[in-house]
C-alpha cells in the first residue's frame, strides 16, 4: 500500500479553500459582540470611533451616524421619566423649527399623554425605548423582545390614535446582535449615537461651559446626538446650542433621513 506524501494534506486543504472561491461561498462575517456602546474621539470634528462600524450596522437595519450625510445633524432625547424640562424644549426646538426624536419607555407616555400627542403633533417623532428599560441583551427570545417593544406600541397609541414610528434605541446602549436581529424582525430600526455627554444625572448636572466643551469640539457630519430630557443642564443650553449648531453649518433632519 503506497503511503499518502506529507503534502498532500496541505494541498488537499488549499484546494478546498481555492474551490469555496470559485464557487463564491464568502466567509460569515464576525458577529457583533455583546456590549455596551461607547464611544473615543481620537480626532476632534470627525466621526468618533464606535464598537461596530456604520457598515456592519447597516444589514443589521441599525446605524450610529450617516457616514454620507454631510453637514446633517440627527437630534434625539432619551426619556425614562418626565423632569420638568421637555415642554421647555418643545419651545425652542418649535422657535428654531428643528425635528428631533424622543425615545421613551412605555410609563412616560401613559403618565404624560399631552407631552407626547405634543411631540407628534409638532412634527418630532416618538420611537421605543421599551417598556421597562431592561437589559435588552439577556431576552433571548423574539417573544420576549416583542412584549418589551409592543407594550409602548400600545401606550403610543392609545394616546395618540396613531401607530408607533419604528424606531428603536437600547437603553443605556446595551446591545447584542440576536436582539438587534430580533428588532429587526420586528419591523424596527435600532438608532445608536455618535455624540453624548453626561448629562443623565439630575444630582450632578454639569455645567453649561462643561456641557458645550463636551459637544461642540466634538459635533462632526451626520453626528447622531444624544441628550436625556430629564437634564436641567440641556433645558438652559438647548438654544444656545442649536443656534452655534446651525451657525456652523449644519441643519437638523428627522431620524428617517438616516437610513434613506
Known amino acids: 500500500m503506497r503511503s499518502v506524501p506529507k503534502h498532500m494534506p496541505f494541498l488537499l486543504t488549499l ?31 470627525e466621526i468618533p470611533q464606535a464598537p461596530v462600524s456604520a457598515e456592519r450596522l447597516r444589514p ?10 454631510g453637514k446633517v445633524l440627527y437630534l434625539t432625547f432619551d426619556a425614562g421619566y418626565e423632569n420638568g424640562y421637555t415642554a421647555q424644549m418643545l419651545d ?11 425615545f421613551l419607555v412605555g410609563t412616560y407616555i401613559e403618565k404624560n399623554p399631552d407631552l407626547v400627542r405634543r411631540m407628534a403633533e409638532e412634527g418630532h417623532t416618538v420611537g421605543n425605548h421599551t417598556q421597562n428599560h431592561p437589559d435588552m441583551s439577556r431576552l433571548n427570545s423574539l417573544e420576549a423582545v416583542k412584549e418589551e417593544l409592543k407594550q409602548v406600541e400600545d401606550a403610543y397609541f392609545a394616546v395618540t390614535g396613531s ?23 420586528l419591523g424596527y430600526k435600532t438608532v445608536f449615537w455618535s455624540l ?12 453649561a461651559e462643561t456641557a458645550f466643551s463636551k459637544l461642540l469640539p466634538r459635533l462632526h457630519d451626520g453626528a447622531v446626538i444624544l441628550l436625556h430630557a430629564t437634564s436641567r443642564t440641556n433645558a ?15 441643519r437638523f433632519a428627522p431620524i428617517d433621513e438616516l437610513f434613506l
Not at 62 to 69: H, K, L, N, P, T
Open 15 to 45: 484546494a478546498s479553500l481555492c474551490l469555496l472561491l470559485i464557487i463564491g461561498l464568502a466567509v460569515p462575517e464576525p458577529a457583533v459582540e455583546t456590549g455596551s456602546w461607547g464611544l473615543s474621539f481620537p480626532t476632534p470634528g
Open 60 to 69: 443589521l437595519d441599525s446605524a450610529f451616524c450617516d457616514i454620507d450625510g
Open 92 to 102: 425652542v426646538l418649535k422657535a428654531h423649527e428643528v425635528p428631533a426624536t424622543f
Open 163 to 185: 401607530p408607533l414610528p419604528k424606531y428603536y434605541r437600547p437603553p443605556q446602549g446595551i446591545y447584542s446582535e440576536e436582539n438587534l436581529r430580533h428588532a429587526q424582525a
Open 196 to 207: 453624548a455627554y453626561a448629562d443623565w444625572d439630575n444630582k450632578a448636572q454639569p455645567s
Open 236 to 250: 438652559v443650553i438647548l438654544e444656545e446650542f442649536l443656534t452655534r449648531c446651525k451657525n456652523l453649518g449644519y
